[in-house]
T-cell receptor, first 118, second 115 residues
Framework: AQKVTQAQTEISVVEKEDVTLDCVYE???????LFWYKQPPSGELVFLIR??????QNEISGRYSWNFQKSTSSFNFTITASQVVDSAVYFC???????????????FGTGTRLLVSP | DAGVIQSPRHEVTEMGQEVTLRCKPI?????LFWYRQTMMRGLELLIY????????DSGMPEDRFSAKMPNASFSTLKIQPSEPRDSAVYFC?????????????FGQGTRLTVV
């Protein structure tokens, strides 16, 4: 079975600090996908990134960067120079096989609440 | 593109009443998912449809919950009878293909309160 662990329940930082959100996953699939979603106070879930298991290159998008390490089954997310608008709950997710169907479904971690204060 | 549309946004109902949540997926998406979010259990997948057919309903809590997708542009999640422990935010999401090689797009959710 697939599992995603986000050990950090809540993180508080001051604006302009860098912050890393940890994500560790478990899967027996050889091909899988990893995702990060953001849930701001307004409640919607916003897609941030998708990464497949064959691509271990780190990715940077503006102040956001992601570090995928297959050897440690981790897919960590770093926000550089955090801003108040980054305050949200961040979810890591893993695609997992629906048994005997060939379809895949998303399994979410429990989320990390990030609070950025001015 | 209007995105995934859920209705109602908020629902307050009395225990024992029937509740129906509605979802219109993004046009052209062939996969639809219902999730439930609570503080205790986080985001749980309730049911997954592909081409209007339920693929995985192992997350549906019990027989009080049922979901239908009569066509590609509409799905419902029904709870009958509702109980206070069903209070949660229910999200609908759609995807152009499964959830593996492309992201799921979420609606804004329905906040259900059962009193």
């Amino acid at each position: 079975a697939q599992k995603v662990t986000q050990a950090q329940t809540e993180i508080s930082v001051v604006e302009k600090e860098d912050v890393t959100l940890d994500c560790v996953y478990e899967t027996r699939d050889t091909t899988y996908y990893l995702f990060w979603y953001k849930q701001p106070p307004s409640g919607e879930l916003v897609f941030l990134i998708r990464r497949n298991s064959f691509d271990e290159q780190n990715e940077i998008s503006g102040r956001y960067s992601w570090n995928f390490q297959k050897s440690t089954s981790s897919f960590n997310f770093t926000i550089t120079a955090s801003q108040v608008v980054d305050s949200a709950v961040y979810f890591c997710a893993l695609s997992g096989q629906v048994m005997n169907t060939g379809f895949q479904k998303l399994v979410f971690g429990t989320g990390t609440r990030l609070l950025v204060s001015p | 593109d209007a995105g995934v549309i859920q209705s109602p946004r908020h629902e307050v109902t009395e225990m024992g009443q029937e509740v129906t949540l509605r979802c219109k997926p993004i046009s052209g998406h062939n996969s639809l998912f219902w999730y439930r979010q609570t503080m205790m259990r986080g985001l749980e997948l309730l049911i997954y449809f592909n081409n209007n057919v339920p693929i995985d309903d192992s997350g549906m809590p019990e027989d009080r919950f049922s979901a239908k997708m009569p066509n590609a542009s509409f799905s419902t999640l029904k709870i009958q009878p509702s109980e206070p422990r069903d209070s949660a935010v229910y999200f609908c999401a759609s995807s152009p293909y499964g959830q593996g090689n492309t992201e799921a797009f979420f609606g804004q959710g329905t906040r259900l309160t059962v009193v």
